[in-house]
C-alpha cells in the first residue's frame, strides 16, 4: 500500500509538471490553431538566461522574472519573423518551420552555453515531507501544483470572460470574418505566440529544477509527454490539458514502478492510441461546428 500511495503521488507531481507545459500548447493551439513543436525549445532558452539571471544577480527570482519576459519578447519576435511567413499555407509549412527552429535554437544555445548539464537551482526546499514514514510531497511540488491550477484558472477565464480572448479566438477560428468585425487579426497572431511563450517560460522553470538539468535537450521528452496530455485531454480544454498531464504522469508512475521504467513509454503510447480510437478530439473536448 505505501509503494502505491508513493507511486501515486509521486505521478500526479510529473503530472503537474506535465500540465504546466501542456497549458502552454493549449494556449498557442487556441490563440492561432497551430500545435507549436518548437515550445520546449523556446522554454530552455528562457531558462538559459534565468540562469546566467540568477547567477549573476544572486536572485532566483529576478532570473524567475526575466524568464517570463523573455518569453514573452521571443514569442512575438518568433511569430514576427518566422511564422508570420507561413501564414495561410498548408498546416505542413508551420510544422516543418518550427522543427527547423528547433535544431537553429538548439544548436546557438550548444555554442553559448555547451551541451553539458547545468544545475538549476528550484525556489523551494525539494526534499520529500514524509506522512506515516511515506515520503510524499515537496514545498517545490505543492508551488507546482498551486501554480498549475492558478494558471489553468487563468487561461480558461481569459478565453470565454476577456474581450481580448474572445478577438484572439475569432483571429484563430476565422480570420476573414475577424477582420470583417475590426479585429486585427496579425496583432491577436503575435499575443498569442508571445503568451504561449510566456506560459513555456512559467513551465520551464517548474519542470527543469525536478532533476531534468539545464542543456540544450532538456525539454524535448517533456515536449512529449505534454503533448500526449494535451491529445489526450483536448487541444481546446485547459482543464482537459491538467487532467490529461495528471493522467500522462499516474501512467508513467504506475508502469515504471511496476513493470520497469524500459515499458513506460510503450504505456503512454497506449494511452495515446486508446483515447484516438475512442475520443479522436481528446476526452474534454467540446461539440464541433458543423461544416455544411
Not at 503521488?9 to 503530472?15: A, I, K, Q, R, Y
Request: glycine share 12%.
Amino acid at each position: 500500500m505505501d509503494r502505491f500511495l508513493f507511486l501515486t503521488v509521486d505521478g500526479l507531481t510529473h503530472g503537474a509538471v506535465y500540465s504546466a507545459f501542456a497549458l502552454a500548447l493549449v494556449l498557442i493551439w487556441r490563440g492561432t490553431r497551430i500545435v507549436n513543436f518548437a515550445q520546449g525549445v523556446l522554454a530552455v532558452a528562457t531558462s538559459y538566461l534565468a540562469y546566467t539571471v540568477t547567477g549573476r544577480s544572486g536572485s532566483y527570482w529576478l532570473g524567475f522574472l526575466a524568464a517570463l519576459l523573455a518569453g514573452l519578447v521571443l514569442g512575438a519576435v518568433v511569430e514576427r519573423l518566422v511564422m508570420h511567413r507561413v501564414a495561410g499555407a498548408p498546416p505542413l509549412n508551420a510544422v516543418i518551420v518550427a522543427l527547423g527552429l528547433v535544431l537553429v535554437v538548439q544548436g546557438v544555445l550548444g555554442m553559448i552555453y555547451g551541451n553539458q548539464y547545468l544545475p538549476f537551482p528550484a525556489p523551494f526546499d525539494r526534499s520529500a515531507m514524509t506522512v506515516g514514514g511515506v515520503p510524499l510531497v515537496s514545498r517545490f511540488d505543492l508551488f507546482v501544483f498551486g501554480t498549475v491550477v492558478l494558471l489553468m484558472i487563468v487561461l480558461a477565464l481569459l478565453f470565454t470572460r476577456t474581450a481580448i480572448g474572445l478577438r484572439m479566438r475569432a483571429a484563430a477560428f476565422a480570420p476573414s470574418v475577424a477582420r470583417l468585425l475590426g479585429v486585427r487579426v496579425g496583432r491577436m497572431l503575435t499575443l498569442g505566440w508571445a503568451l504561449a511563450a510566456l506560459v513555456g517560460a512559467l513551465a520551464g522553470m517548474l519542470v527543469i529544477p525536478t532533476g531534468l538539468g539545464l542543456h540544450p535537450t532538456a525539454m524535448d521528452t517533456v515536449f512529449v509527454s505534454a503533448f500526449t496530455a494535451v491529445v489526450v485531454g483536448g487541444l481546446d480544454s485547459p482543464a482537459g490539458a491538467v487532467v490529461g498531464g495528471m493522467l500522462v504522469g499516474l501512467v508513467l508512475s504506475y508502469v515504471a514502478g511496476y513493470l520497469g521504467a524500459g515499458t513506460a513509454p510503450l504505456a503512454v503510447l497506449a494511452l495515446l492510441v486508446v483515447v484516438l480510437l475512442v475520443r479522436p478530439a481528446g476526452l474534454f473536448s467540446g461539440p464541433q461546428a458543423r461544416r455544411v
